[in-house]
């Protein structure tokens, strides 16, 4: 055979494999949960980008989240995943619990006007002057920020800050404790800083001690096989500053001590076991974001999502310029067709119908975003596309009042936390 010959027939031959191996269609209509959630959707007249909770699922998660839980630990709600005050509602009553963990300001002015029952841990530390913007803002009524408000502290500096204010403003400031017990994010690395700031608590008549906090999602992202070995590791630490804390305080060890651990990736690590905590907090669980696909939280459902409207279809893929839009369809047969969505380039990833692509070439937009695909997808302009949020916390935020979904209709409308005390 000629050198040619080969040369060509090689190149055939690669260019057939490649053909073959090219990617397979998947696309596929909407299932018929998300063709009713279309129903119900259009029934309440939304027809912009939206956040939906479907409440049955929802409330499946709580009852999952507490069957593990199984009365071993108090649950706190983590509030920063479910900002907003209703949804924060609907998980207190399922759930029974009045323990919520907040991340920022506004919000914790927000829940003490709402909850005058809560118990209210922070979950990170706060500048002094975020604190002292909470008890400017703070309207009085049912909560006692005194009792019921538990200031997060992780070094002597901060504990001196907190001091002083608690003394300018004289009020009694319930002071926690942050441990690091493997996450290495800040918080009480030596015996000696303990000690320091137990101290410091202890000297000042305006800060009382009231626990610990030391959060452990790092357990889960170790090699796999690991989790376990991490975890003990994480809960040696955790019982080694509970015992240096009380051998110090003595007496003075509080009765009702809050010792915290946990979120949503590890909760369920502590099924059976003896561990030195008294409670968990977990809250993105409730709504399962895609970040929370994990092997531990495999019995959660997902319950959100972002819905939106499809502008507009083409029966093609056209991109300007040098258009290889032909070329991608070609060999990808799920980027046949384009459609174009109200908004996009959300925290989110394309859930419904299934088989849905970005486009890298053409690009991202928040106003009127590219998805590709297949001839098996027959979206029409006004019918609705849906994503899952990667996360809650921050995307949440982002549309408005959530809608709840329901009984095959939209049944209640929640405003989120806002920026702003109300
Ligand atoms: C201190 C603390 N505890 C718990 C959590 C768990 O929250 P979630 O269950 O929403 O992941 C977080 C999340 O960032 C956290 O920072």
């Known amino acids: 055979m000629k050198r040619r010959t080969l040369i060509v027939g090689a190149a055939a031959g690669a260019l057939g494999l490649g053909w073959v191996l090219r990617p397979r269609e998947g696309g596929a209509d909407h299932a018929p949960y998300f063709l009713q959630l279309s129903a119900a959707l259009d029934e309440a007249g939304l027809a912009k980008p939206s956040l939906v909770i479907d409440r049955e699922r929802l409330l499946e998660n709580v009852r999952t989240l507490m069957g593990h839980i199984d009365g071993r630990f108090h649950y706190r709600i983590v509030a920063k995943s479910l900002p907003s005050l209703q949804l924060l509602d609907t998980v207190m009553q399922a759930s029974g619990s009045n323990r919520l963990m ?9 829940v003490a006007s709402r909850y005058p029952q809560a118990d209210v841990l922070l979950g990170k530390p706060m500048p002094v002057a975020a604190a002292h913007n909470f008890y400017r803002q703070f309207g009085g009524g049912g909560f006692q920020p005194q009792r019921q408000l538990r200031w997060l502290l992780d070094t002597p500096e901060r504990v001196a800050q907190y001091d002083e204010l608690a003394r300018n403003l004289d009020h009694v400031m319930q002071a926690c404790i942050e441990l690091d017990v493997g996450l290495h994010r800040g918080g009480v690395r030596s015996d000696e800083q303990l000690l320091a700031m137990l101290e410091m608590i202890e000297a000042s008549p305006n ?103 499809v502008l507009k279809r083409l029966d093609s893929l056209e991109i300007p310029g040098i258009d290889l839009g032909p070329i991608q369809s070609l060999w990808n047969p799920n980027r046949a067709r384009t459609f174009f969505t109200y908004g996009g380039y959300w925290k989110a990833k394309p859930e419904s119908p299934p088989g849905l692509l970005n486009n890298a070439l053409f690009g991202r937009s928040t106003n009127q975003e590219m998805l590709n695909g297949s001839r098996n997808i027959n979206l029409e302009p006004d019918d609705w596309i849906f994503f899952r949020p990667t996360q809650s916390e921050f995307v949440f935020l982002q549309f408005g009042d959530i809608a709840v979904y329901e009984q095959g209709r939209i049944s209640q409308r929640w405003p989120v936390f806002a920026e702003q005390p109300a």
């Not at 907040?102 to 927000?110: A, D, V």
């Not at 905590?277 to 399962?288: H, I, P, R, T, Y």
Request: with cysteine; hydrophobic share 40%.
């Open 102 to 110: 907040l991340f920022h300001q506004p919000f914790i002015n927000q």
């Open 207 to 309: 800060l009382h001690f009231c626990g610990f906090m030391g959060y452990e999602p790092h357990v889960v992202k170790v090699p796999i096989g690991e989790a376990i070995t991490y975890r003990d590791r994480a809960m040696d630490l955790y019982r080694h500053y509970i015992h240096v804390a009380r051998g110090y305080l003595g007496e003075r060890w509080p009765q009702d001590v809050v010792l915290n651990a946990g979120g949503s990736p590890t909760y369920q690590l502590y099924d059976r076991g003896d561990f030195p905590m008294n409670e968990l907090a977990a809250g993105s669980c409730l709504v399962k974001p895609t970040d929370f696909d994990l092997p531990t939280l495999a019995d959660q459902v997902p319950a959100s999502y972002i819905a939106t409207p």
